[in-house]
């Protein structure tokens, strides 16, 4: 015979273990770690139980987000005047090896083909780590005059980094989801001006339409892309007070145009090497800053044009009235959005968690209340709140409610950001403020390569990187006071956070 | 001083030149080869100077049309409930081998991933030629009940094979790119209702959409894929008389499912193994059949759906008023379709050799005359024909256009198609047919593997292939005659063509 203790004991369990089914068991701002980890498990988002380390399988959920987020990312390009390429996946050593930088750079992370059939290759293959070496080649037979300039191009593609840090499902795998654009340009200040939109296209979709804050930082010498001359990135933070970089543009200049030979006849008849950019917005990194981001204790929060699913339709009990209303409310909701009666067996409680857990951002419960009443309860994911709504008004609720939920996603992130910038003038409060989550914002002694060593010392101090100076800070603000290492006269106002 | 004769043939020599910068030198009917290689470079479709062999950059204008067939292609299978995955590129050599057939049709074919950094790896990792390995793997995971079926998956990627035959651009690369999907059922008949379903999707798109002609045969044992029980696999024509084989459904029934254990608990609590079917609609060969089968000697012929520019408007002369229709023209038939004004600075004649060349369905050309007489000039590419429209009846007759326009690459493919195929009772018959670039229907013994022999002699008397069985006949057409070859009772009807 069981005693009373242990009978609990069992209760306690079954309730541990249906709980772990339902939702999250950890809340967000306590213990970030593992509520992502349970979320990338929970919402269906990613396998990580695929064979090879550092791999995973994209599962539906995620793919219908990311090809959302391609189609928004693409369109902008195109309409910027980007054309679409595919170039093969496989690249030459030889080519990796034409950018001197580039090569000691990317080589600690190249997977390497060495074999086809039973044949071994008198030359190692790279699977691509990014594609300038395998697109400047080309360029070097396309481009010929000034009349061909700009060229800009980009590729969908998947890249594959053989990481030696440990990796994180979405923010850092062994094989990634990206666009890259490639662009040559006649001067200097073109190539200026192909960053500035790079910055802009980044402002348009990432931050207008998936509703991230960034910021977008120069990045010191020491943190450069291997053979770009000036990198600046798109830091997104996350609410542990850690950054994770986003899409990055580069000002390659000329390096990769004389290792390749990208030259152009000027309108004087003079031959010039061109003027290079590059532009790298992960798709599958920046996924993971959706999820980071929006997401909250029951599990994703999605933006309205990113949600693979806009609207769903639970009818609470089973009752012929309560599914024509549903048909009916399905046929009418889907001529602006995706929706979907949910007719599983669940219970209503478990529809509720399930699609709150999948970020669905508008939710309709049908009773036989709503019946009687021409009414519908309409559940939004971004506020948490649940309204009764006249029938005859649903329409024009949720077509309002699709327009704002983006933006208030977006402004509840964006206040988030504001509100942890904190400025610090010695290591010790710099170190107080990364620990309790914040980033610094300090004078520095430079961020060319003279700056190094007290940049090590930052990370020696706070565990925190220096991560540039912010992008439209520069030649803006004055920087007055000292460094916060060193103590000589501060050049440059920097950023110090903490990196996924 | 020159000759007479010398500066003649300086004149042709400049010619040619000319002539080879505007448009094809040879027709499609008297050197298929060469045309296809010259529609390929003229018309801007891949870049072949690669420094990898077999590999290709694919250009914009097939990545444009490409992306067009991804997302009809896609839809359409969501709509019939697959769920889109990513895959890992990388397959570890273990799991190829978990099923015997596979490994021995897929080893000559395989790149292998040795090492990574400076690290060399314990075990080789395949890049997929196809991922039926990775995918069964976590269905085995994922599958536990009989309310978990049908699953029904696919992925959109790139795949390799190292070729030993001689590569094509489009037909036959190292690197292509595809949509597989991977199902799995309870029953056996459930597998062959979802190769009927394959071959539905297949018509509903590459037939009723892209506008290309096939048969369905059932393969013969020797040219099954290798793990599969049944291989179903569309064949379509070239106009030189070979066939190329577009999406393939193969019924995999159980052998995948018990290498890798992807078992299902029946309604009577019972365990199963599934039943696996997958289908591999290649879209760059697609694009391939469409060039091929809908071009002429002017270049592409792009079916309006596919096009990614439908309407190029061409000024004929640098006019305000021609250029104030042309704007007003452009915003009048944006509101459908995908237009261009093209202000480059050719002449007229090398803007329509060029639009003609890149297949775009309509063309409007605009002078002086129009704006007086208030008319415009259609050329329509698929008919080849010009026609004065009254300006206030342009956007009716796009409109029209637009939705006939593929109907009649179609139906003229479809005619090409019916023509071709004749009956033979003698090997001597068939060698004829096929010489003179048709398809033979004949008798034959077995295509089990007792029937093997027999294909070889096929093969060797006449250069060309048995196919297979047709698949709409099985069952419903009665077999009589002898065997081609060996003249024995036939069991089968079969096809015979040459193949790409």
């Known amino acids: 015979m ?167 499902p979405f923010l850092r795998s062994r094989e990634f989801h990206w666009i890259e654009t490639h662009c040559v340009h006649a001067t200097e200040k073109d190539a200026e001006k192909q960053v500035l939109e790079d910055m802009q296209t980044t402002k348009e979709v990432l931050h207008d339409v998936f509703g991230l804050p960034f910021i977008f930082f120069e990045r010191p010498a020491w943190d450069k892309f291997p053979g770009a001359d000036r990198t600046f990135a798109a830091d997104v933070l996350n609410p542990d007070g850690r950054v994770v970089q986003q899409p990055s543009t580069h000002l390659l200049s000329q390096a990769f145009s004389k290792g390749f030979g990208v030259k152009y006849t000027g309108a004087d008849g003079k031959e010039n090497y061109g003027w290079i950019t590059c532009y790298g917005p992960a798709v599958s990194r920046i996924f993971a800053s959706v999820v980071i981001v929006h997401g909250d204790d029951k599990g994703l929060r999605l933006p309205w044009n990113l949600a693979p699913i806009q609207v769903v339709i639970v009818p609470i009990v089973d009752d012929p009235k309560v599914m024509e209303k549903a048909d009916n409310l399905y046929h009418k909701l889907s001529s602006f959005s995706n929706v979907e009666i949910d007719m599983t067996n669940k219970s209503a409680g478990e529809k509720f968690n399930h699609w709150e857990m999948k970020g669905v951002p508008v939710r309709i419960d049908l009773g036989l209340k709503d019946i009687k009443e021409k009414s519908v309860t309409i559940f939004r994911r971004d506020t948490g709140e649940k309204k009764v709504i006249r029938e005859e008004n ?41 620990e309790s989550g914040g980033i610094v914002r300090c004078g520095f002694c430079s961020i060319e390569k003279d700056g190094a060593s007290c940049s090590d010392k930052v990370e020696e101090s706070t565990g925190a990187k220096v991560r540039g100076r912010k992008f439209d800070e520069i030649g803006k603000t004055k920087t007055s006071g000292v460094c916060i290492v060193c103590g000589k006269p501060a050049k440059e106002t920097v950023y110090i956070a903490r990196e996924y």
Not at 68 to 91: N, V, W
Not at 96 to 120: M, N, Q
Request: proline share 3%.
């Open 2 to 168: 069981k005693t009373e203790k242990a009978a609990k004991e069992v209760v306690k369990e079954i309730k541990g273990k249906i709980e772990d089914t339902k939702g999250l068991t950890v809340k967000k701002n306590e213990d970030f770690s593992e509520w992502y980890t349970q979320v990338v498990q929970k919402a269906e988002l990613a396998d990580l139980r695929y064979n090879v380390k550092g791999f995973l399988v994209f599962q539906p959920w995620s793919v219908m987000v990311m090809e959302k987020m391609y189609s928004y990312l693409e369109k902008t390009l195109q309409q910027k005047r980007h054309k679409p390429y595919f170039f093969p996946t496989l690249i030459p050593e030889s080519n990796l090896k034409r950018e001197s930088t580039h090569i000691i750079g990317f080589t600690p992370e190249v997977f390497w083909v060495t074999e086809g059939g039973d044949k071994k290759f008198e030359e190692r293959l790279a699977l691509r780590p990014t594609s300038e070496t395998a697109f400047y080649q080309m360029f070097s037979l396309w481009i010929r005059s000034y009349k061909d300039l700009p060229f800009k191009t980009y590729q969908r593609a998947n890249v594959f980094r053989y990481e030696t840090k440990a990796t994180r």
């Open 394 to 434: 649903v329409l024009g609720y949720i077509k309002k409610l699709a327009e704002e939920s983006g933006k208030i996603l977006m402004r509840q992130a964006d206040k988030v950001f504001d509100d942890l910038i904190i400025n610090a003038t010695d290591l010790k409060k710099a170190k107080q403020v990364i």
